[in-house]
C-alpha cells in the first residue's frame, strides 16, 4: 500500500506553547488529507478535512483558530496546535486519499502537553 | 445521521476463525473498509468492498456486506496471534470522508 509518514511521532510540550504536526504522502500525491484525533481506547474522531491549496474544513465542534491546517503542497499538510492545553494530549493521525477511495494512515503522533 | 456500530471485544483460539460484525446507517456509503490497528500506531488499510459487491476475499480475508440489513463483516481465517489488534470498520460518510466505529479488540490466544 501508499505510505504516508508522520513527524514527529511523538512530542512533549509545556502548556501556551505550539506545536506542529507534518503529514506526508511518501510515494503518491494527495490533493485531500484529513487529521483525526483518538483518545485512549476510543475510535478516531475527524478533525477536519485538508485540501491543497485551498482552505480546510473543520468539523462541527473543532475550533479552526485553534488548529491550524495547511496543506501548501500535494504531498505536505501540517497541522499545528497553537497554545496547547493538557486537554489536547491525544493520538493525532493524519490520512492521505489516493486516488478516489483508498485513504491510507499515517503512524501518528502523540503529544503530551505538561 | 452516520453512525457505525461494532462489538468492543472479541477472543479466539489460535487457528479458529475470527468474525469481527459491524453496523452502519448510512445507505448512501459508496466503499466500506476495514482497518486494523496494533497498539501506539496507526491505522493499516486491510480491504475495502464497494457497496455493490456482497462478498470480497482476500487470501485470509472475507468480507460479507448485507446492504439491506447495512451489515458488514469481517471473517480471519486461520486466526494467529500476530492478528490480535483493534479492528475498525469504517464507512464513507459526506465529502467522502471515512466515519469509524469504535474498534473490536481481537485477543488470539493459544
Known amino acids: 500500500g501508499a505510505v504516508v509518514s508522520q513527524h514527529p511521532s511523538w512530542v512533549i510540550c509545556k502548556s501556551g506553547t505550539s506545536v506542529k504536526i507534518e503529514c506526508r504522502s511518501l510515494?503518491?500525491?494527495?490533493?485531500?488529507m484529513f487529521w483525526y484525533r483518538q483518545f485512549p481506547k476510543q475510535s478516531l474522531m475527524l478533525m477536519a478535512t485538508?485540501?491543497?491549496?485551498?482552505?480546510?474544513?473543520?468539523e462541527q465542534g473543532v475550533e479552526k483558530d485553534k488548529f491550524l491546517i495547511n496543506h501548501a503542497s500535494l504531498t505536505l499538510s501540517t497541522l499545528t496546535v497553537t497554545s496547547a492545553h493538557p486537554e489536547d494530549s491525544s493520538f493525532y493521525i493524519c490520512?492521505?486519499?489516493?486516488?478516489?477511495?483508498?485513504?491510507?494512515f499515517g503512524p501518528g503522533t502523540r503529544l503530551t502537553v505538561l | 445521521g452516520e453512525d457505525v456500530e461494532q462489538s468492543l471485544f472479541l477472543s479466539v483460539r489460535e487457528g479458529d476463525s475470527s468474525v469481527i460484525n459491524c453496523t452502519y446507517t448510512?445507505?448512501?456509503?459508496?466503499?466500506l473498509y476495514w482497518y486494523k490497528q496494533e497498539p501506539g500506531a496507526g491505522l493499516q488499510l486491510l480491504t475495502y468492498?464497494?457497496?455493490?459487491?456482497d462478498m470480497k476475499q482476500d487470501q485470509r480475508l472475507t468480507v460479507l456486506l448485507n446492504k439491506k440489513d447495512k451489515h458488514l463483516s469481517l471473517r480471519i481465517a486461520d486466526t494467529q496471534t500476530g492478528d490480535s489488534a483493534i479492528y475498525f470498520c469504517?464507512?464513507?460518510?459526506?465529502?467522502?470522508?471515512?466515519?469509524f466505529g469504535a474498534g473490536t479488540r481481537l485477543a488470539v490466544h493459544p
Open positions: 490520512s492521505a486519499r489516493l486516488g478516489t477511495e483508498e485513504k491510507f
Open positions: 510515494d503518491f500525491q494527495a490533493t485531500t
Open positions: 485538508s485540501n491543497e491549496g485551498s482552505k480546510a474544513t473543520y
Open positions: 448510512d445507505s448512501s456509503s459508496t466503499y
Open positions: 468492498i464497494f457497496s455493490n459487491m
Open positions: 469504517a464507512e464513507t460518510g459526506g465529502y467522502n470522508k471515512l466515519i
